[in-house]
């Protein structure tokens, strides 16, 4: 298995179709080519020996996605393989099943991130993963009767309990008289954590020695709204909402990049270098968040910390909406490009934009010192949510949360988009492995950002007026081949966030599927957690940096 140091030991070694066709040898029933990546179509008792020896003999060690759809003739559920070492290594590993018992074996002893979301796709769709050690609901309850996405599920069927089996799932705290140990509920609750979260928690004690977060109380419905929606005017609105605090520009790319290389659409370098500048600028404002409530929650200062990362995303905020013309859903990408050109007077918005960089130094330096410095501060960070990178890659963990375990990987760098490949700047990463080191991480990015930004201010003040071209010639109506599949993700503020869809030759797509960077890093929170205290438990949690309304979707 991968070590998290491959960057430092050469590039991964590039595994040829053949030699992936050999590898998987006769339990390959089908190919299934995909856009991003070569299918193999597997029985669904062969999972868990085919993922395993494309982890181990082939390097795929990332399980990036897992997406479950119901066809007319057939279920079927798609994973999609990476290496953390180069994500444009790829390949999908398609299992079948039959209407009539849609049983697949579960991947969970090779991959843990597919414990989430092989519930997810049970919950959803109604695909049993034969072995899983956890085969509940995930984001229903437990009483809900069909699955939401299956083709004959009826949404105006009244969802009836009788009152025993609609019992309130937050329990009364109580002990364990045989074990001695301490049920606790965390939750459900809403203070920093950006949505609703209710953690289940056992005690020793004060020590930690069974957490389960209990997700679900967002239904967004995000994935059937878009498949609902056409792919040139309508999708775009919805991606804002996903993580609604913070990364809209984000979220809107990676929506355009998959529609855009689904459907081979050419976007202007003066539009990539636009995405790009507004893309960090929503990162800074992410991170700005996440400090000021990360702050919040193991330091406790209202007055000082919190407000001044508030502070300081404000002022990024006023920037986005100068550019946009909205101050929290954005609805600025469009397929092609971007809206429009930069807010007039140019050289206004330009220098309010220097301005703020110019000041952003000083302004790390003083959470340095307010911060990263502080003794009370120190000691509830250090050594406390303690993530090794194999554990990490296990769950599929990614961004500040992977980086901040030493795994160097950003897809801004190993899978270029945008305008990122043509720019200076470092990608960062922090082998302490615990939460303070995902705290320098941000801090550290914020600075990455701002190099960024500066260049591309430098390049759109430069450019030739006649070339400043925002949008490519896009069709009026898109409707991409019958049956073509694409996953495509790019660099959002959390981590590695993704998009599956399936064409069925429509104006709409067939299968949209969100891949959250929230709902993989927050799956780790039990490794994280178990064996230290209730006060650590709240800081790793809050060192996540989750927003429920992506984890949900």
Known sequence: MSTGLERDQGPP????????????????????????????????????SVLSDLRDEAGFDHLACLTAQEYPDRYESIYHLRKYADPTQEVSVVVPTTTDEPVSQTAEPVFRTADWHEREAFDLVGIDYEGHPDPRRILLPETWQGHPLSRGYDQEKPQIVT???HANPVQPD???????TMFLNIGPHHPATHGVLHIETVLDGETVVDVDPDIGYLHRCEEQMCQQGTYRHQIMPYPDRWDYVSAGLLNEWAYARTAEDLADIEVPDYA?????????LCRIASHMLALATFALDVYGDFTAIFQYGMRDREVVQDILEDLTGQRLMFNYFRLGGVAWDLPEPREEFIEKTRDFLD???????????????NEIFQVRTHNTGILEPEVAKQYG????????????YDLRRDDPYGY?????????????????????????????????IEQCIDLLEDWPEDERTVQSNVPRTLKPDADTEIYRSVEAAKGELGIYIRSDGTAKPGRFKIRSPCFHNLSALPEMSEGEYVPDLIASLGSLDIVLGEVDR
């Open 13 to 48: 070694i590039e595994v040829s179709e053949d030699e992936l066709e050999a590898l998987i040898g006769d339990r390959a029933l089908a190919r299934d080519d995909h856009l991003n990546a070569s299918g193999f179509v597997i029985r669904p008792d062969d999972v868990q």
């Open 163 to 165: 009152l025993t089996e």
């Open 174 to 180: 109580h002990h364990d008289d045989e074990s001695d």
């Open 272 to 280: 990539q270098v636009i995405r790009t500048m507004g893309a960090e």
């Open 359 to 373: 000041g952003l130094p000083a302004k790390v330096d003083e959470y340095h010192d307010l911060l990263t410095g």
């Open 397 to 408: 963990c990614t961004g500040p949360v992977a980086r901040g375990s030493g795994i160097d």
């Open 420 to 452: 990122y490949d043509n720019l200076e700047w470092d990608v960062v990463t922090e082998d302490g492995c615990d939460n303070y080191s995902r705290v320098l991480v941000r801090m550290q990015e914020v600075e990455e950002s701002a190099k960024i």
